[in-house]
């Protein structure tokens, strides 16, 4: 089954070699096709070019795309979106004077989502969870990275994981799972954290691997919850079994951690709202993609991870949703990309370069995802006739996608 797809004002994101990411001043390179043609195999991209050497090309189905910027789906490489229920009291709260660390003090916070998890049945989890991938799936996301960590037992962090797994066989979209049993310390550990980084190292670890049930090790290194010796022994423990590290990491604080990340030869450090001099010199010594998560800084009021800084530093950017109930109950891309443009400074191709290349570098899938190059999946998202590609994140809040593609297929 062919697809054919004429006469697209603007093609964007194509690479004819097959680039794994994109860094410093590169980062403000888009290369495009203007007046193209797309030519997809099943689920896989075969051909493209201007539409004037498209005349002998015959395919199954054809679209018209005049008017229209075709682009790669968007690569989510940091969400938490297996969740049950809500906290819209917490934002409320926080409306009213609370901060998110006074919340997670009084008990609220992750250990409240915790709390609903261990309580909602495996197929009610299935359940929520569904309607949030079908939604970001229309929203043009191809590509998603999905956590555990509400969990925080042995029994409901394998639950989870089993949900991402079920999402992964029934979604076309792209799916990996990461074990982030260490997102918080459990009300029964509340005196004891080192036994419950001991039950993540020698029980829930092992497990996981044996099972299959993740490809990443993620900790939330963060004062408060866990330190710079439990991220190193956990990121070990995880390496130990096959597990890649990719690491929330100076959310709120600066202390060391993404010093441990790349020494472990972590995949990607996200957050990075406070950065200093000494990390990004750490981050040029590694092949560690750093990942921005603007939506959670939007939704908190926290500072933007500084982008601008960081590509000028000549390192790569990924942009991520950060999708959870706690700090980002959105996973929007369209606006994460439009917010980076808005608020952290990116151009228009830095930021489309960011969520899309980068971001399936930071899950490890760049190879077969995150660009418009013959052999990798046909996921593509087609957008209504728009003046140009700076019009998406340029009219914000909007929805400017008319079609998504994933494998080859609608969705
Ligand atoms: N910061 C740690 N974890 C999530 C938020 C979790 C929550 O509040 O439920 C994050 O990435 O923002
Ligand atoms: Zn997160």
Known sequence: MTTLITNIQELLQVRD??????????????????NAYLLIDDDTIVGYGYMEDCKNIEADTVIDATGKVVLPTWCDSHTHIVYAGNREQEFVDRINGLSYEDIANRGGGILNSTEKLQQTSEDDLFEQSVKRLKAVM??????????SGYGLTVEAELKMLRVIKRLKQDFPLKVKATLLAAHAVPKDYKDN????????INEMIPKVAKEQLATYIDVFCEKGYFDLND???????????????KIHVNQFNAFGGIEVAVKNQALSVDHLEELNESDIAMLKTGNTMPVAL?????FLSIPY????????????LALASDYNPGSTPSGNMNFVVSTACIKMKLTPEEAINAATINGAYAMGISAMYGSITRGKKANIIITKAIPS???????????????????????
């Open 17 to 34: 070699t097959n680039i794994l990411k994109v860094s410093g001043k590169d980062m403000k390179q888009l290369p495009t096709i203007k």
């Open 138 to 147: 229309k929203l043009g996301t191809g590509a998603i990275e999905i956590k």
């Open 193 to 200: 954290k080192d036994g419950f980084v001991d039950l993540v």
């Open 231 to 245: 991220t190193e022994r956990i990121l070990k423990a995880g390496k130990s079994h096959g597990l890649i590290p």
């Open 294 to 298: 603007p939506s959670c800084s939007y």
């Open 305 to 316: 991870t500084p982008g601008r800084q960081l590509i000028d530093a000549g390192l790569p």
């Open 389 to 411: 590609y700076a019009f998406l994140p340029y009219a914000f809040g909007d929805n400017h996608i008319d079609t998504v593609m994933i494998n080859g297929q609608i969705v």
